[in-house]
């Protein structure tokens, strides 16, 4: 009974030994420089629960940003202490005299502390900065969906333990990073700076007057220890953030008077390229004709298509579109450029219809247009390529001619005339079995041709590769039908294949939606085949039939 008397008496003075009795705030330094993050470290002199510590005071003057908690045990000469420490990261938005309030763990209250917070330019700054955000936009008077950038400079003069750069924040607005960080260096007032550089195109999609939050970025820094043991002396971490200014943006509304596709550019221009380069084209020869569109301020998936029409007698068959963007003196430059191969199957003049894209100039704030006039190209005849002369349509009459008159004089047939009738026979046999040896010859290359386009397709799907599966699919489709279609939205106008036509769609929402996603090519594959069964029962039930 005494020593259970003894141990509970002993528990009782351990814990009234160790309970809470002192709490302490203390900041890393005093002035603080605005944007530049400082710590705030509030200790415990006891073992007490984590989440003991409530910060929402402090974010009426601070943006409060990660809290990390540690507890640790000691014992010198039998004597046991116990501390939790918390370290609150805090950055100060405006220069100013701020005060950190009391702040409460179980029951116990901190000393409030006085702050005062300057401008990196003020002559009361004793050090330079170590860790800094300074931001360079290309413009702040903007129209709905014209693309802006804004390039973030990270400057750090210390040596970063890790750390994560957010991303810029614009209400109802898309943005993207461009190219990949550039890592430098600088010297800024004799201290060297380590520099990463990320570049963002944001595009607005609303107008009024906004706020472009700039990233923020939260890591690690590597201190000196301040432990007084030189042999135990290791170098410490120490949490640091730092943000960049705020920029009011202001976003226009379209021009009530703009009419056609909102393209808002700095500058946009259209051209040609004739390949080959010569001045007279033959029948049966393909022309390439390469268009390119380029446009400063816009995106790749804002520049519009480019369509050509053609004069009857000239048939063309567009490639997909190529889409490039880069940095130009930090503006964004997109580009769009499609080659068009044009055959003629008799030879001409032929006049090509002007090309006008519309645009609104964002410099002049006028409506411009960007145009490749019309032209005459001429096609000359072709000894190895024979012209080819369409078949009239049904019920077209062809011009009547006036027989012209002979008189025929039958003799009695020599043997000559039975020999020649002989060989002409043997001769008409030879050119019927020729014939039909190439009709089966063509036959075999154009099946062979549609299988070719068919199994690239269908391994297409089976990789799930939508690039490929868009270089295939219109040479397919058009192998299998009569008329001939040169873009996906004339495929699926001419299609009746509801399978098909919502394959596409899902691969169209995929590959070009608002939210890119993974694309699984097995729906696409079953249509495709379903479709090919079907076209190649109908080819093999029509048959050749003589007109009554």
Known sequence: ????????????????????????????????????????????????????????????????????????????????????????????????????????????????????????????????????????????????????????????????KRGSLTEPELEGANITQVGKDKEGETIINGLRYRVIERTYAISPQKSGEFTLKSPVFSGEIMVPSTRRNSFLSFAETKPVSVIGEEIPINVKAIPPNYQGTWLPSELLSIHQEWQPKVTEFKVGEPITRVITLTAAGLSEEQLPEIEMSLPAGLKVYPDQAELHTGMNNNRLVSQKVRNFAIVANKPGNYQLPKMVIPWWNTVTNEYQEAVIPAQIITIAANAEQPEFVLPPNEGQTTPTQTPIEKTIIVEKASILQWVFLALWLLTLLAWLITYQQQKSTQKTAVKSKVNDHYLALLAACKKHNSEQVFTHILPWYNSLHLQSVSTISQLLASTNNQSLIAAIEELQLAKYGQSPIAWRGDNLAKAIQQVNKTQSSQQHNTGFKLNP
């Open 1 to 160: 009974m005494v020593k259970v008397l003894t141990a509970l008496l002993t528990l009782f003075i351990t814990v009234n030994a160790y309970a809470l009795t002192e709490v302490t705030a203390t900041i890393d330094k005093n002035p603080v420089i605005v944007n530049e993050s400082f710590v705030l470290t509030v200790e415990a002199n006891d073992d007490v629960d984590t989440n003991a510590l409530d910060t929402s005071a402090l974010m009426q003057d601070f943006i409060v940003g990660r809290t990390s908690v540690s507890s640790q045990t000691s014992m010198v000469n039998f004597k046991t202490t116990r501390t939790t420490r918390w370290t609150t990261v805090l950055i100060a938005r405006k220069a100013g005299n701020y005060t950190i309030p009391p702040l409460i763990v179980d029951g116990v209250t901190t000393n409030p502390i006085d702050v005062k917070v300057i401008n990196a330019s003020d002559d009361n700054s004793t050090k330079q900065q170590t860790l800094f955000i300074t931001t360079d936009i290309s413009t702040k008077n903007v129209y709905v969906q014209q693309q802006l950038t804004l390039t973030i400079k990270l400057h750090f003069a210390a040596e970063l």
